[in-house]
């Protein structure tokens, strides 16, 4: 017969739950605001959690995180986060309350919205992540960064930061070549007013 202490090792300590950013990669334009997610997956006996978020602060800044709907299926929750942009990441946790079991699954944990401030790639570095079961022991787990890739808009059309040099010479092109078709338009408008 196994005892409650084996049977709670065994529930809580699944080393399948993992912690990542969803979507892992994300292409944005420079003022665009977006969404990313912080999802568990294969998690046994959730309580509370914690997580730490970083990003190049020259790049992006957040806006507002606000929790998922994953460890609510088990009752009343606190949550609670701190966003510091000037040095680039947030802290964000949250726990269930009162003498409730933990949630099992896969799910969201937060949402984290971003302005992109400026051209680049950066990490969305997932670190100091802590998951606990409702007998107060850490749940073992992986946890898996993200990244985000800000461009400039053209024409409506993302393209990354890495693919404007090659397109310069043509973008710049392409402007001479409307501007001079805009000029005839105009000139042949004259020459039919002038008949």
């Known amino acids: 017969m196994l005892s409650y202490t084996s049977i709670v090792t065994e529930l809580?300590?699944?080393?399948?739950?993992?912690?990542?950013?969803?979507?892992?990669?994300?292409?944005?334009?420079v003022g665009q605001t977006f969404?990313?997610?912080?999802?568990?997956?294969?998690?046994?006996?959730?309580?509370?959690?914690?997580?730490?978020?970083?990003w190049n602060p020259n790049l992006l800044d957040v806006v507002d995180v606000t929790e998922?709907?994953?460890?609510?299926?088990?009752?009343?929750?606190?949550?609670?986060?701190?966003?510091?942009?000037?040095?680039?990441?947030?802290?964000?946790?949250?726990?269930?309350?009162?003498?409730?079991?933990?949630?099992?699954?896969?799910?969201?944990?937060?949402?984290?919205?971003f302005h992109a401030e400026e051209q680049g790639s950066c990490v969305l570095d997932l670190y100091d992540t802590k998951l606990v079961s409702s007998v107060e022991q850490p749940i073992p787990h992986t946890a898996n960064d993200g990244s985000v890739?800000?461009?400039?808009?053209?024409?409506?059309?993302?393209?990354?930061?890495?693919?404007?040099?090659?397109?310069?010479?043509?973008?710049?092109?392409?402007s001479t070549i409307i501007f001079a078709l805009a000029t005839i338009a105009v000139l042949v408008k004259r020459k039919k007013k002038e008949k």
């Open 12 to 29: 809580s300590g699944s080393p399948a739950s993992n912690l990542h950013v969803h979507p892992p990669t994300k292409t944005v334009a």
């Open 35 to 54: 969404i990313i997610d912080i999802r568990i997956s294969d998690v046994i006996d959730l309580y509370g959690w914690e997580f730490k978020l970083g």
């Open 68 to 113: 998922g709907a994953f460890l609510k299926q088990g009752g009343e929750t606190f949550f609670t986060n701190k966003i510091n942009n000037t040095e680039g990441y947030i802290l964000v946790d949250c726990t269930l309350l009162g003498d409730v079991s933990g949630v099992n699954g896969s799910g969201t944990l937060a949402c984290v919205k």
């Open 149 to 174: 890739t800000v461009s400039k808009s053209v024409g409506g059309v993302i393209i990354p930061a890495n693919k404007l040099e090659l397109l310069a010479p043509w973008i710049g092109l392409t």
